[in-house]
């Protein structure tokens, strides 16, 4: 399962890991979307936007882990987008994917 952890206190950011389980690895459309997601939140944020965030990618375990250094507006409201998307996604697939907001 994946699981998406959205930060309320303090500074925005979120922490996803997991994998879904909905198929095998290069067939997960619930992977891909969520790592689609994730990516374009990221660069977004990083790149486009050029919020300063602590960013941990780690491919052995699965898991992003980003959260704003400082307030941002724009970012914050990228953040809740993929949130909402995140949730979207619970709801067609609430047996691959859980939304938490910490």
């Known amino acids: 399962m994946i699981t998406a952890k959205f930060f309320t206190q303090g500074l925005p950011g ?8 909905y198929a095998e ?13 994730v ?13 300063e965030a602590t960013v941990k990618v780690n491919e052995k375990d699965a898991s992003v882990y ?12 990228v953040i809740s987008g993929l949130m909402l998307h995140l ?6 697939y609430s047996e691959y994917i859980e939304v938490l907001e910490v």
């Not at 979120?14 to 994998?19: A, C, K, L, Y």
């Not at 949730?87 to 067609?92: M, P, Q, S, T, Y």
């Open 25 to 37: 690895a290069g067939s997960d459309i619930v992977c891909a979307a969520v790592s689609s997601a």
């Open 14 to 21: 979120f922490e996803i890991s997991g994998h879904s389980g």
């Open 87 to 92: 949730v979207a996604l619970r709801d067609e």
């Open 39 to 51: 990516g374009l939140c990221e660069c977004t944020i990083t790149d486009v936007i050029g919020a």
């Open 66 to 77: 980003l959260r704003l250094s400082a307030d941002n507006e724009k970012a914050r409201d």
